[in-house]
């Protein structure tokens, strides 16, 4: 029975514990990236009142106490003035994508204060010409998927493309053969045009997305490749031409030579008469 009520009492507390951090029941602090972020907190506490990330306790990132405040980690800091008048935010100088997430703020072990960062999504626009390529860079080690929504009216196609998960790469059949492990999408078309979602699938974030428009027609691009003359006819042209002028300049000496010793009997056949 007791086993029983110990299993429910862990079940119960992981629940909340997911409820906790997947849904937010206050809205999350939102920063630019590489923004400064001021994670807010006030109460009473006379004692030792300590940051840390949610997932990981021990992990201290700044505190105060009495007498005086310490960042323990760079990057994080707290004003003792403002911890005396109960005011016990952090502030965290460069924020990018890997701080985001919950932070807890404690007073001597005792929760204060659950607050959510997050970075604003990136807004990247991309102008490509057809057979070209699109790198979409990730910025976050966490796994994302690719969502991709089309604004050709032509082919109001959308949904997600890709997942990478570290390593790992897994994309829809239409794009297995056109993605690379870098998220390179390969041979660009004018129907590729459209709104590149990178999404945290983790936390349901979006991280950035890209619109892209793909300029110029591929019968355009066509018709310039057929009136482009290859380097190779040019060089087989001149080689040619060259050809031609050594066999002339050989052809010529030689007609030179011939008639010189048709000449020379004639002119010694004149002294003799003389």
Not at 56 to 72: G, H, I, M, N, W
Not at 98 to 126: A, S
């Amino acid at each position: 029975m007791q086993s029983c009520r110990s299993d429910l009492f862990i079940l119960i507390l992981l629940s909340n514990t997911f409820n906790l951090v997947s849904q937010p029941d206050f809205p999350p602090v939102k920063v630019n990236l590489h923004g400064s972020a001021t994670l807010s907190c006030s109460g009473r506490c006379s004692g030792l009142v300590r940051w840390t990330v949610f997932h990981k306790p021990t992990d201290v990132l700044a505190e105060c106490d009495q007498t005086s405040c310490r960042s323990v980690k760079e990057g994080y800091q707290m004003i003792h003035d403002q911890y005396l008048k109960g005011n016990f935010s952090l502030t965290i100088t460069d924020a990018d994508f890997t701080k985001r997430g919950w932070y807890t703020c404690d007073c001597d072990g005792k929760d204060l204060c659950d607050v959510w960062l997050q970075i604003q999504p990136l807004n990247t626009p991309v102008q490509v010409k057809p057979t070209e390529s699109l790198i979409l860079k990730l910025d976050t080690s966490d796994p994302v998927e690719v969502v991709y929504n089309s604004t050709d009216a032509a082919n109001q196609s959308g949904g997600q493309i890709c997942t990478v998960d570290g390593q790992s790469l897994q994309c829809t059949p239409e794009y297995t053969q056109r993605v690379s492990a870098a998220l390179e999408l390969r041979g660009l078309k004018p129907s590729d045009s459209g709104v590149y979602t990178i999404k945290d699938k983790r936390n349901n974030e979006i991280i950035r997305t890209y619109t892209v428009t793909v300029q110029g027609d591929l019968s355009d691009l066509d018709r310039g490749k057929a009136a482009a003359v290859p380097v190779w006819i040019f060089v087989l042209v001149v080689v040619v031409f060259l050809s031609v002028i050594v066999v002339l300049a050989v052809v010529i000496q030689q007609l030179r030579r011939t008639n010189q010793q048709f000449c020379r009997p004639s002119t010694w056949a004149a002294h003799d008469d003389e």
